[in-house]
Protein backbone atom coordinates (compact mmCIF):
# COMPACT_ATOMS: atom_id res chain seq x y z
CA UNK A 1 0.00 0.00 0.00
CA UNK A 2 1.07 3.28 -0.84
CA UNK A 3 1.76 5.74 1.68
CA UNK A 4 -0.07 9.38 0.56
CA UNK A 5 2.92 11.74 -0.24
CA UNK A 6 2.88 15.37 1.75
CA UNK A 7 2.28 18.55 0.06
CA UNK A 8 5.46 19.05 -1.79
CA UNK A 9 8.12 21.68 -0.15
CA UNK A 10 7.55 23.60 -3.69
CA UNK A 11 3.82 23.19 -3.60
CA UNK A 12 3.31 25.81 -1.45
CA UNK A 13 6.07 28.73 -2.77
CA UNK A 14 4.08 31.40 -4.67
CA UNK A 15 6.13 32.81 -7.23
CA UNK A 16 5.43 36.38 -7.55
CA UNK A 17 6.07 38.16 -11.08
CA UNK A 18 9.17 40.81 -10.38
CA UNK A 19 8.52 44.48 -11.11
CA UNK A 20 11.13 46.24 -13.17
CA UNK A 21 12.76 49.42 -11.35
CA UNK A 22 11.37 52.66 -13.40
CA UNK A 23 13.53 55.32 -14.35
CA UNK A 24 11.55 57.63 -11.74
CA UNK A 25 13.00 55.79 -8.40
CA UNK A 26 16.59 56.18 -9.45
CA UNK A 27 16.00 60.01 -9.95
CA UNK A 28 14.95 60.41 -6.54
CA UNK A 29 17.65 58.28 -5.05
CA UNK A 30 20.15 60.61 -6.70
CA UNK A 31 18.01 64.02 -6.06
CA UNK A 32 18.66 62.65 -2.03
CA UNK A 33 22.12 61.79 -2.49
CA UNK A 34 22.83 65.14 -3.84
CA UNK A 35 20.95 66.73 -1.28
CA UNK A 36 23.09 65.13 1.39
CA UNK A 37 25.76 65.94 -0.16
CA UNK A 38 25.15 69.62 -0.41
CA UNK A 39 24.10 69.89 3.09
CA UNK A 40 27.48 68.65 3.84
CA UNK A 41 28.93 70.90 1.61
CA UNK A 42 27.29 73.93 3.09
CA UNK A 43 27.94 72.79 6.39
CA UNK A 44 31.82 73.12 5.88
CA UNK A 45 31.06 76.53 4.45
CA UNK A 46 29.25 77.65 7.27
CA UNK A 47 32.10 76.48 9.72
CA UNK A 48 34.70 77.95 7.36
CA UNK A 49 33.25 80.97 6.97
CA UNK A 50 32.65 81.29 10.87
CA UNK A 51 35.83 80.73 11.64
CA UNK A 52 36.91 83.28 9.17
CA UNK A 53 34.93 85.86 10.48
CA UNK A 54 36.13 84.86 14.68
CA UNK A 55 39.69 84.66 13.21
CA UNK A 56 40.30 87.09 10.86
CA UNK A 57 37.50 89.96 10.69
CA UNK A 58 36.64 89.83 14.50
CA UNK A 59 39.94 88.43 15.61
CA UNK A 60 41.27 91.83 17.04
CA UNK A 61 38.25 92.13 19.31
CA UNK A 62 38.34 88.34 20.60
CA UNK A 63 42.27 88.60 21.50
CA UNK A 64 41.46 91.54 23.39
CA UNK A 65 38.93 89.57 25.36
CA UNK A 66 40.99 86.73 25.56
CA UNK A 67 43.70 88.89 26.89
CA UNK A 68 41.73 90.45 29.02
CA UNK A 69 40.42 87.34 30.86
CA UNK A 70 44.23 86.59 31.69
CA UNK A 71 45.74 90.52 32.14
CA UNK A 72 44.55 93.68 34.05
CA UNK A 73 45.51 96.71 33.89
CA UNK A 74 45.55 99.09 37.30
CA UNK A 75 45.33 102.76 37.39
CA UNK A 76 47.11 104.54 40.44
CA UNK A 77 46.21 108.02 40.41
CA UNK A 78 48.65 110.65 40.71
CA UNK A 79 48.42 113.18 43.19
CA UNK A 80 47.69 116.98 42.50
CA UNK A 81 50.09 119.62 43.05
CA UNK A 82 50.20 121.00 46.37
CA UNK A 83 48.84 124.87 46.48
CA UNK A 84 50.50 127.01 49.13
CA UNK A 85 50.60 130.27 50.15
CA UNK A 86 53.26 133.24 49.50
CA UNK A 87 55.54 131.57 52.48
CA UNK A 88 55.10 128.04 51.54
CA UNK A 89 52.39 126.87 54.29
CA UNK A 90 50.42 124.05 52.39
CA UNK A 91 46.92 124.91 51.87
CA UNK A 92 45.64 121.57 50.96
CA UNK A 93 47.21 118.12 51.73
CA UNK A 94 46.56 114.81 49.45
CA UNK A 95 45.09 112.39 52.21
CA UNK A 96 45.46 108.29 51.11
CA UNK A 97 42.33 107.03 49.45
CA UNK A 98 40.82 105.29 46.89
CA UNK A 99 38.71 105.65 43.95
CA UNK A 100 35.14 103.27 43.00
CA UNK A 101 33.70 103.83 39.65
CA UNK A 102 30.49 102.74 40.21
CA UNK A 103 28.53 102.83 36.71
CA UNK A 104 29.48 106.08 35.34
CA UNK A 105 29.90 108.06 38.54
CA UNK A 106 33.08 108.23 40.33
CA UNK A 107 33.00 107.91 44.16
CA UNK A 108 36.34 109.02 46.44
CA UNK A 109 36.48 106.88 49.05
CA UNK A 110 38.86 107.27 52.67
CA UNK A 111 41.24 104.45 53.47
CA UNK A 112 38.33 103.48 56.20
CA UNK A 113 35.50 102.83 53.42
CA UNK A 114 37.63 101.03 51.21
CA UNK A 115 39.08 98.77 53.89
CA UNK A 116 35.39 97.97 54.29
CA UNK A 117 34.39 97.36 51.04
CA UNK A 118 37.30 94.99 50.48
CA UNK A 119 36.59 92.89 53.56
CA UNK A 120 32.85 92.52 51.53
CA UNK A 121 34.99 91.51 48.02
CA UNK A 122 35.15 94.40 46.28
CA UNK A 123 38.05 94.00 43.78
CA UNK A 124 37.23 97.44 41.21
CA UNK A 125 38.90 99.65 43.45
CA UNK A 126 41.64 102.11 42.34
CA UNK A 127 44.51 104.04 44.59
CA UNK A 128 43.99 107.39 44.77
CA UNK A 129 44.72 110.34 47.34
CA UNK A 130 41.72 112.43 48.32
CA UNK A 131 41.79 116.53 48.48
CA UNK A 132 41.65 117.83 52.36
CA UNK A 133 41.67 121.38 52.76
CA UNK A 134 42.71 122.12 56.38
CA UNK A 135 41.65 125.64 56.70
CA UNK A 136 38.37 124.56 55.26
CA UNK A 137 35.53 127.80 54.58
CA UNK A 138 38.18 130.00 55.37
CA UNK A 139 39.72 129.61 51.93
CA UNK A 140 36.77 128.46 50.11
CA UNK A 141 36.14 130.73 47.61
CA UNK A 142 39.80 131.17 46.81
CA UNK A 143 40.91 127.29 46.96
CA UNK A 144 37.36 126.08 45.28
CA UNK A 145 37.19 122.17 45.13
CA UNK A 146 37.19 118.61 43.08
CA UNK A 147 35.21 117.04 41.45
CA UNK A 148 34.31 114.42 38.69
CA UNK A 149 34.37 115.68 35.20
CA UNK A 150 31.10 116.39 33.68
CA UNK A 151 29.92 115.47 29.86
CA UNK A 152 30.27 118.93 29.08
CA UNK A 153 33.46 119.33 30.12
CA UNK A 154 34.82 116.04 28.19
CA UNK A 155 34.19 117.74 24.76
CA UNK A 156 36.18 120.79 25.86
CA UNK A 157 39.62 121.37 24.15
CA UNK A 158 41.20 121.74 27.32
CA UNK A 159 39.84 118.09 28.49
CA UNK A 160 40.75 116.23 25.25
CA UNK A 161 42.85 113.34 27.51
CA UNK A 162 40.68 113.26 30.44
CA UNK A 163 38.83 110.07 30.40
CA UNK A 164 35.01 110.05 31.87
CA UNK A 165 35.15 109.47 35.65
CA UNK A 166 38.65 111.59 36.17
CA UNK A 167 38.14 113.88 39.08
CA UNK A 168 38.98 117.67 37.81
CA UNK A 169 38.74 121.07 39.83
CA UNK A 170 35.77 122.28 39.86
CA UNK A 171 35.81 125.92 41.03
CA UNK A 172 38.57 128.24 42.02
CA UNK A 173 42.83 127.49 41.72
CA UNK A 174 41.62 124.83 41.55
CA UNK A 175 39.77 124.83 38.32
CA UNK A 176 41.81 127.94 37.05
CA UNK A 177 45.14 125.85 37.42
CA UNK A 178 43.95 122.04 36.51
CA UNK A 179 46.54 122.15 33.92
CA UNK A 180 49.10 122.53 36.40
CA UNK A 181 47.94 120.87 39.16
CA UNK A 182 46.51 117.54 37.66
CA UNK A 183 49.37 114.72 37.66
CA UNK A 184 49.53 111.68 35.33
CA UNK A 185 48.00 108.43 36.26
CA UNK A 186 50.36 105.16 36.77
CA UNK A 187 49.39 102.83 34.96
CA UNK A 188 50.10 98.89 35.64
CA UNK A 189 49.65 95.72 33.25
CA UNK A 190 49.72 92.42 35.57
CA UNK A 191 48.35 89.39 34.96
CA UNK A 192 45.65 87.50 36.94
CA UNK A 193 44.76 84.05 37.36
CA UNK A 194 40.95 83.23 37.13
CA UNK A 195 40.68 84.13 40.51
CA UNK A 196 41.40 87.71 39.72
CA UNK A 197 44.74 87.54 41.70
CA UNK A 198 47.72 88.93 40.38
CA UNK A 199 50.28 86.43 39.40
CA UNK A 200 52.87 88.96 37.73
CA UNK A 201 53.51 92.18 36.61
CA UNK A 202 53.70 92.63 32.81
CA UNK A 203 54.59 96.50 32.73
CA UNK A 204 54.27 100.02 33.91
CA UNK A 205 53.92 103.64 33.47
CA UNK A 206 55.46 105.86 36.05
CA UNK A 207 52.91 108.21 37.58
CA UNK A 208 54.05 111.59 37.55
CA UNK A 209 53.00 114.08 40.00
CA UNK A 210 50.69 117.52 39.78
CA UNK A 211 52.86 120.79 39.90
CA UNK A 212 52.75 122.38 43.28
CA UNK A 213 52.28 126.18 42.96
CA UNK A 214 52.51 129.15 45.27
CA UNK A 215 49.76 132.38 45.54
CA UNK A 216 50.43 135.42 46.99
CA UNK A 217 47.61 134.95 49.53
CA UNK A 218 49.50 135.60 53.56
CA UNK A 219 47.36 132.64 55.26
CA UNK A 220 47.36 134.86 58.81
CA UNK A 221 45.78 137.65 56.94
CA UNK A 222 43.46 135.85 55.29
CA UNK A 223 42.82 133.86 58.59
CA UNK A 224 41.75 137.93 59.88
CA UNK A 225 39.78 138.84 56.77
CA UNK A 226 37.87 135.48 57.80
CA UNK A 227 37.40 136.06 61.50
CA UNK A 228 36.30 139.55 61.10
CA UNK A 229 33.68 138.69 58.64
CA UNK A 230 32.17 135.90 61.17
CA UNK A 231 29.04 138.02 62.27
CA UNK A 232 28.31 139.46 58.39
CA UNK A 233 26.14 137.24 56.51
CA UNK A 234 26.15 138.09 52.99
CA UNK A 235 29.66 140.05 52.09
CA UNK A 236 33.08 139.91 50.87
CA UNK A 237 36.66 141.33 51.67
CA UNK A 238 39.62 141.67 49.28
CA UNK A 239 42.71 142.68 50.42
CA UNK A 240 46.08 143.19 47.83
CA UNK A 241 48.88 144.31 47.84
CA UNK A 242 49.25 148.10 45.28
CA UNK A 243 51.08 144.97 42.81
CA UNK A 244 47.90 143.46 42.62
CA UNK A 245 48.77 140.62 44.78
CA UNK A 246 45.71 139.18 46.45
CA UNK A 247 46.41 138.91 50.15
CA UNK A 248 43.42 137.55 51.12
CA UNK A 249 39.79 136.68 49.86
CA UNK A 250 36.51 135.97 51.45
CA UNK A 251 33.13 135.29 50.42
CA UNK A 252 29.93 135.26 52.85
CA UNK A 253 28.75 132.82 53.28
CA UNK A 254 31.58 130.17 52.73
CA UNK A 255 30.93 126.49 52.87
CA UNK A 256 33.67 123.69 53.70
CA UNK A 257 35.07 122.34 50.51
CA UNK A 258 36.43 119.00 52.17
CA UNK A 259 32.52 117.95 51.89
CA UNK A 260 32.82 117.56 48.24
CA UNK A 261 36.37 115.39 48.13
CA UNK A 262 36.21 113.30 51.89
CA UNK A 263 33.80 110.92 51.89
CA UNK A 264 30.12 110.76 53.39
CA UNK A 265 31.72 110.08 56.78
CA UNK A 266 33.29 113.89 57.06
CA UNK A 267 32.24 115.96 59.28
CA UNK A 268 31.94 119.75 58.26
CA UNK A 269 33.08 122.68 60.34
CA UNK A 270 30.18 123.62 62.57
CA UNK A 271 30.17 127.28 61.37
CA UNK A 272 29.40 126.54 58.00
CA UNK A 273 27.06 124.12 55.89
CA UNK A 274 26.93 120.63 57.18
CA UNK A 275 25.76 118.76 54.31
CA UNK A 276 26.66 118.66 50.66
CA UNK A 277 23.10 119.48 49.80
CA UNK A 278 22.24 122.30 51.84
CA UNK A 279 25.39 123.85 49.71
CA UNK A 280 24.06 122.83 46.41
CA UNK A 281 19.95 123.74 47.10
CA UNK A 282 20.58 127.05 48.97
CA UNK A 283 19.40 129.14 46.31
CA UNK A 284 18.79 132.24 48.73
CA UNK A 285 21.85 132.97 49.66
CA UNK A 286 24.24 131.34 47.43
CA UNK A 287 27.42 129.80 49.01
CA UNK A 288 29.37 128.76 45.58
CA UNK A 289 28.52 132.77 44.33
CA UNK A 290 32.27 134.51 45.41
CA UNK A 291 30.82 137.96 46.23
CA UNK A 292 34.64 139.12 45.96
CA UNK A 293 34.55 138.76 41.90
CA UNK A 294 31.00 137.83 40.87
CA UNK A 295 28.46 139.85 43.03
CA UNK A 296 27.60 143.37 41.04
CA UNK A 297 26.71 146.10 43.42
CA UNK A 298 25.93 149.69 43.42
CA UNK A 299 29.57 150.96 44.95
CA UNK A 300 27.40 154.35 46.67
CA UNK A 301 30.00 157.01 48.01
CA UNK A 302 33.04 155.04 46.94
CA UNK A 303 32.66 156.26 43.26
CA UNK A 304 32.82 159.60 44.19
CA UNK A 305 36.84 158.99 44.33
CA UNK A 306 36.22 158.29 40.31
CA UNK A 307 34.23 161.33 39.99
CA UNK A 308 36.94 164.10 41.44
CA UNK A 309 39.52 161.96 39.38
CA UNK A 310 37.46 162.44 36.25
CA UNK A 311 36.74 166.38 37.03
CA UNK A 312 40.14 166.76 38.10
CA UNK A 313 42.20 164.89 35.75
CA UNK A 314 39.67 166.85 32.91
CA UNK A 315 40.61 170.06 34.47
CA UNK A 316 36.79 170.82 34.99
CA UNK A 317 37.67 171.68 38.31
CA UNK A 318 40.76 172.29 40.69
CA UNK A 319 41.45 172.72 44.70
CA UNK A 320 39.71 176.17 44.15
CA UNK A 321 36.27 175.28 43.06
CA UNK A 322 33.71 175.18 45.42
CA UNK A 323 30.05 174.04 45.75
CA UNK A 324 27.74 175.42 48.47
CA UNK A 325 25.99 172.32 50.42
CA UNK A 326 21.61 173.31 50.55
CA UNK A 327 20.62 169.79 51.69
CA UNK A 328 18.44 169.61 48.64
CA UNK A 329 18.69 170.17 44.77
CA UNK A 330 15.33 170.16 43.13
CA UNK A 331 14.85 169.25 39.39
CA UNK A 332 11.67 169.71 38.39
CA UNK A 333 9.00 167.52 40.89
CA UNK A 334 12.51 165.37 41.94
CA UNK A 335 14.47 166.30 45.08
CA UNK A 336 18.27 165.29 45.72
CA UNK A 337 19.21 165.60 48.95
CA UNK A 338 22.66 165.12 50.77
CA UNK A 339 23.09 162.02 53.86
CA UNK A 340 23.76 164.48 56.19
CA UNK A 341 20.55 166.85 55.82
CA UNK A 342 18.68 163.69 55.44
CA UNK A 343 19.36 162.24 58.84
CA UNK A 344 20.52 165.22 61.08
CA UNK A 345 18.56 168.61 58.83
CA UNK A 346 21.95 169.85 58.62
CA UNK A 347 24.32 171.74 55.60
CA UNK A 348 27.94 172.06 55.65
CA UNK A 349 28.46 175.45 53.80
CA UNK A 350 31.03 175.74 50.91
CA UNK A 351 33.16 172.38 50.21
CA UNK A 352 36.09 171.81 47.54
CA UNK A 353 36.47 168.45 46.83
CA UNK A 354 39.13 167.88 49.57
CA UNK A 355 36.67 168.50 51.93
CA UNK A 356 33.70 166.92 50.08
CA UNK A 357 35.88 163.73 50.03
CA UNK A 358 36.22 164.12 53.60
CA UNK A 359 32.45 164.29 54.24
CA UNK A 360 31.39 162.21 51.60
CA UNK A 361 29.10 165.11 50.48
CA UNK A 362 26.23 164.39 48.00
CA UNK A 363 25.86 167.75 46.69
CA UNK A 364 28.77 168.68 45.57
CA UNK A 365 29.31 165.40 43.69
CA UNK A 366 25.99 165.70 42.46
CA UNK A 367 26.96 169.01 40.78
CA UNK A 368 30.75 167.61 39.75
CA UNK A 369 28.84 164.89 37.96
CA UNK A 370 26.58 166.98 36.12
CA UNK A 371 29.73 169.58 35.46
CA UNK A 372 31.46 166.41 34.00
CA UNK A 373 28.49 164.80 31.95
CA UNK A 374 27.16 161.47 31.94
CA UNK A 375 29.72 160.05 28.98
CA UNK A 376 33.08 161.41 29.92
CA UNK A 377 32.54 160.13 33.54
CA UNK A 378 31.75 156.85 31.48
CA UNK A 379 34.99 156.69 30.32
CA UNK A 380 36.70 157.75 33.27
CA UNK A 381 35.07 154.96 34.80
CA UNK A 382 36.23 152.60 32.12
CA UNK A 383 40.08 153.62 32.27
CA UNK A 384 39.77 152.70 36.37
CA UNK A 385 38.75 149.42 35.28
CA UNK A 386 34.74 149.00 35.72
CA UNK A 387 32.99 147.77 33.16
CA UNK A 388 34.71 144.64 32.04
CA UNK A 389 35.99 142.15 33.58
CA UNK A 390 39.91 142.97 35.31
CA UNK A 391 41.24 139.34 34.78
CA UNK A 392 42.27 137.77 37.97
CA UNK A 393 43.17 134.37 37.72
CA UNK A 394 39.61 132.55 39.18
CA UNK A 395 36.82 131.80 36.96
CA UNK A 396 33.27 133.35 36.92
CA UNK A 397 34.49 137.18 37.32
CA UNK A 398 31.53 139.83 36.49
CA UNK A 399 32.24 142.65 34.31
CA UNK A 400 29.97 145.24 36.08
CA UNK A 401 28.29 148.08 34.28
CA UNK A 402 29.15 151.29 33.30
CA UNK A 403 26.15 153.04 31.51
CA UNK A 404 26.11 155.56 28.76
CA UNK A 405 23.26 157.39 27.40
CA UNK A 406 23.22 154.57 24.61
CA UNK A 407 23.48 152.16 26.83
CA UNK A 408 20.66 153.16 28.74
CA UNK A 409 18.33 153.58 25.44
CA UNK A 410 19.55 150.15 24.24
CA UNK A 411 18.55 148.61 27.73
CA UNK A 412 15.64 150.32 29.48
CA UNK A 413 13.79 152.34 25.91
CA UNK A 414 14.24 155.48 28.24
CA UNK A 415 16.48 158.91 27.32
CA UNK A 416 19.10 159.29 30.00
CA UNK A 417 17.64 162.31 32.28
CA UNK A 418 19.61 165.20 34.44
CA UNK A 419 18.43 162.82 37.85
CA UNK A 420 20.39 159.75 36.43
CA UNK A 421 23.45 161.53 35.85
CA UNK A 422 22.86 162.58 39.88
CA UNK A 423 22.77 159.07 40.85
CA UNK A 424 25.75 158.36 38.67
CA UNK A 425 27.59 160.92 40.67
CA UNK A 426 27.32 159.26 43.73
CA UNK A 427 27.39 155.76 42.69
CA UNK A 428 23.97 154.89 42.32
CA UNK A 429 21.11 154.32 39.78
CA UNK A 430 22.37 152.13 37.17
CA UNK A 431 26.37 151.51 37.57
CA UNK A 432 27.59 148.28 39.21
CA UNK A 433 30.86 146.99 40.50
CA UNK A 434 32.40 144.10 41.97
CA UNK A 435 34.29 144.49 45.06
CA UNK A 436 37.34 143.54 43.16
CA UNK A 437 37.16 146.41 40.55
CA UNK A 438 36.08 148.57 43.54
CA UNK A 439 39.56 147.35 45.14
CA UNK A 440 41.09 148.08 41.77
CA UNK A 441 40.54 151.60 41.92
CA UNK A 442 41.63 152.38 45.28
CA UNK A 443 44.85 150.56 43.84
CA UNK A 444 45.00 153.46 41.12
CA UNK A 445 44.96 156.31 44.41
CA UNK A 446 47.69 154.51 46.17
CA UNK A 447 49.96 153.38 43.08
CA UNK A 448 49.58 157.44 41.86
CA UNK A 449 47.64 156.60 39.05
CA UNK A 450 48.97 152.92 37.98
CA UNK A 451 46.66 150.22 37.57
CA UNK A 452 47.57 146.44 38.40
CA UNK A 453 45.91 143.20 36.55
CA UNK A 454 44.59 141.15 39.95
CA UNK A 455 46.09 137.76 40.55
CA UNK A 456 46.86 135.01 43.29
CA UNK A 457 49.76 133.25 41.44
CA UNK A 458 52.61 134.58 42.73
CA UNK A 459 53.86 136.80 39.60
CA UNK A 460 57.65 138.82 39.62
CA UNK A 461 56.52 141.12 36.49
CA UNK A 462 52.59 142.03 37.36
CA UNK A 463 50.77 143.17 34.24
CA UNK A 464 50.32 147.01 34.08
CA UNK A 465 46.33 147.01 32.87
CA UNK A 466 46.24 150.96 32.90
CA UNK A 467 48.85 154.21 33.56
CA UNK A 468 49.01 157.75 34.07
CA UNK A 469 45.65 158.44 35.53
CA UNK A 470 46.81 160.59 38.33
CA UNK A 471 49.15 163.35 38.39
CA UNK A 472 50.49 164.25 41.50
CA UNK A 473 48.98 167.41 42.10
CA UNK A 474 45.61 165.90 41.74
CA UNK A 475 46.95 162.67 43.82
CA UNK A 476 47.43 165.04 46.49
CA UNK A 477 43.82 166.35 46.76
CA UNK A 478 41.81 162.98 46.67
CA UNK A 479 44.73 161.34 48.90
CA UNK A 480 43.96 164.20 51.45
CA UNK A 481 40.67 164.08 51.25
CA UNK A 482 40.69 160.19 52.15
CA UNK A 483 42.83 160.52 55.07
CA UNK A 484 40.81 163.39 56.49
CA UNK A 485 37.66 160.94 55.82
CA UNK A 486 39.53 158.45 58.45
CA UNK A 487 40.70 161.59 60.76
CA UNK A 488 38.36 163.28 63.28
CA UNK A 489 36.01 165.45 61.66
CA UNK A 490 35.58 163.02 58.93
CA UNK A 491 32.50 160.23 58.62
CA UNK A 492 34.59 156.83 58.88
CA UNK A 493 34.54 157.19 62.89
CA UNK A 494 36.50 153.25 63.95
CA UNK A 495 39.13 154.12 62.12
CA UNK A 496 40.04 158.13 63.73
CA UNK A 497 43.63 157.80 65.37
CA UNK A 498 44.16 154.46 64.19
CA UNK A 499 47.12 152.92 65.99
CA UNK A 500 48.73 149.40 67.04
CA UNK A 501 51.09 147.91 69.33
CA UNK A 502 54.25 147.04 66.96
CA UNK A 503 57.41 149.18 68.07
CA UNK A 504 59.29 147.56 64.97
CA UNK A 505 57.10 150.09 62.69
CA UNK A 506 59.50 152.67 61.74
CA UNK A 507 58.44 156.15 63.26
CA UNK A 508 58.93 158.71 59.81
CA UNK A 509 56.79 161.22 61.09
CA UNK A 510 54.32 160.82 57.97
CA UNK A 511 52.98 157.18 57.80
CA UNK A 512 53.98 156.17 61.06
CA UNK A 513 53.65 158.33 63.80
CA UNK A 514 54.43 158.19 67.27
CA UNK A 515 50.87 158.46 69.59
CA UNK A 516 50.69 160.76 72.97
CA UNK A 517 51.01 159.15 76.21
CA UNK A 518 47.76 158.64 77.20
CA UNK A 519 48.59 155.78 79.98
CA UNK A 520 51.53 154.89 83.01
CA UNK A 521 52.23 151.64 81.37
CA UNK A 522 55.53 151.06 80.38
CA UNK A 523 54.83 150.25 77.25
CA UNK A 524 53.15 152.81 75.91
CA UNK A 525 56.08 153.67 73.78
CA UNK A 526 55.71 150.14 72.07
CA UNK A 527 52.28 152.08 70.12
CA UNK A 528 52.33 153.18 66.65
CA UNK A 529 49.72 155.63 64.71
CA UNK A 530 49.40 154.36 61.59
CA UNK A 531 47.77 157.16 59.06
CA UNK A 532 44.79 155.41 57.20
CA UNK A 533 43.47 157.13 53.11
CA UNK A 534 39.72 155.89 53.11
CA UNK A 535 36.38 156.27 51.67
CA UNK A 536 33.30 154.84 53.36
CA UNK A 537 29.43 153.80 51.02
CA UNK A 538 26.71 153.72 52.01
CA UNK A 539 24.85 151.71 48.90
CA UNK A 540 21.37 151.98 48.56
CA UNK A 541 19.04 149.27 46.55
CA UNK A 542 15.51 147.22 46.39
CA UNK A 543 13.45 150.54 47.93
CA UNK A 544 13.29 151.78 51.26
CA UNK A 545 12.12 148.81 52.98
CA UNK A 546 16.38 147.25 52.35
CA UNK A 547 19.19 147.75 54.35
CA UNK A 548 21.51 149.73 52.28
CA UNK A 549 25.26 147.79 51.42
CA UNK A 550 27.48 148.92 53.36
CA UNK A 551 31.10 149.71 51.92
CA UNK A 552 34.61 150.85 52.69
CA UNK A 553 38.14 151.03 50.80
CA UNK A 554 41.08 152.19 52.16
CA UNK A 555 44.63 151.83 51.66
CA UNK A 556 47.44 152.00 54.41
CA UNK A 557 50.17 153.81 55.21
CA UNK A 558 49.04 156.78 53.27
CA UNK A 559 51.87 157.81 51.64
CA UNK A 560 53.64 154.58 51.15
CA UNK A 561 50.62 151.89 51.07
CA UNK A 562 51.50 147.95 51.47
CA UNK A 563 47.76 147.00 51.76
CA UNK A 564 44.67 148.09 49.94
CA UNK A 565 41.34 146.80 51.62
CA UNK A 566 37.66 146.58 50.51
CA UNK A 567 34.33 145.58 52.37
CA UNK A 568 31.10 145.23 51.17
CA UNK A 569 28.51 144.16 53.79
CA UNK A 570 24.88 143.17 52.09
CA UNK A 571 22.00 144.62 52.95
CA UNK A 572 23.17 145.38 56.48
CA UNK A 573 23.73 149.76 57.07
CA UNK A 574 25.69 152.20 56.47
CA UNK A 575 29.61 151.74 55.74
CA UNK A 576 30.75 153.83 58.65
CA UNK A 577 28.82 151.60 61.18
CA UNK A 578 29.36 148.60 59.60
CA UNK A 579 32.19 147.96 56.94
CA UNK A 580 34.92 150.22 58.54
CA UNK A 581 35.01 148.39 61.83
CA UNK A 582 35.47 144.68 59.86
CA UNK A 583 38.51 146.78 57.63
CA UNK A 584 39.88 148.45 61.42
CA UNK A 585 40.37 144.78 62.50
CA UNK A 586 42.32 143.54 59.07
CA UNK A 587 44.78 146.87 59.62
CA UNK A 588 45.41 145.67 63.39
CA UNK A 589 46.44 141.92 62.63
CA UNK A 590 48.43 143.37 59.63
CA UNK A 591 50.10 145.90 61.06
CA UNK A 592 50.77 144.32 64.08
CA UNK A 593 53.19 141.10 62.65
CA UNK A 594 56.70 141.56 63.69
Known amino acids: MMEKQGFAFGDFITAEKIRKHTGGFDEKRRMRG ?48 IITDRSGTPLVFNAPGFRKNDGKKTIQLTKEEAMALIAKGEKNLEVDSLREYPYKDILSHVLGYIGQISKEELEESAFLDYRGGDIVGKMGIEKEYEAKLNGTDEKQLVEIDSLGKTIRKLGQTDAIPGEDIKLSIDLATQKAAFEAMKDIKKGAIIVSAPSGEILAMVSKPSFDPNLFTMGKGYEASPSSYLDITDVLLDSKNQPLLNRAISGQYPPGSTFKLVVATAGLQDKI ?64 AEKFGLGKPLGIDL ?139 CKTGTAEHGGEKTLPHAWITLFAPAYNPQIIITVLSEESGEGSNIAAPIAKKVLESFFSKK
Not at 50 to 68: C, H, P, S, T
Not at 332 to 354: H, I, M, P, Q
Open 34 to 81: FFLFACGVLAILVVFFRLFYLQIVEGKYYRYLADNNRTKTIIVHAPRG
Open 317 to 380: IDENWQIEDLGVLKVGEFSFANWYYTDYGKTEGLLNVVSAIKRSNDIFFYKLAEKIGVDALSKW
Open 395 to 533: PGESAGIVPTQKWKQETVSEPWYLGDTYHFGIGQGFVLTTPLQMNGWTQVIANKGVLYQPHLLINKNPKILASGLLDDKNLDLIRKGMINSCSQGGVAWPLFDFKVKNKDLKIDGKNILETPQSTTSADFKDWRKVTVA
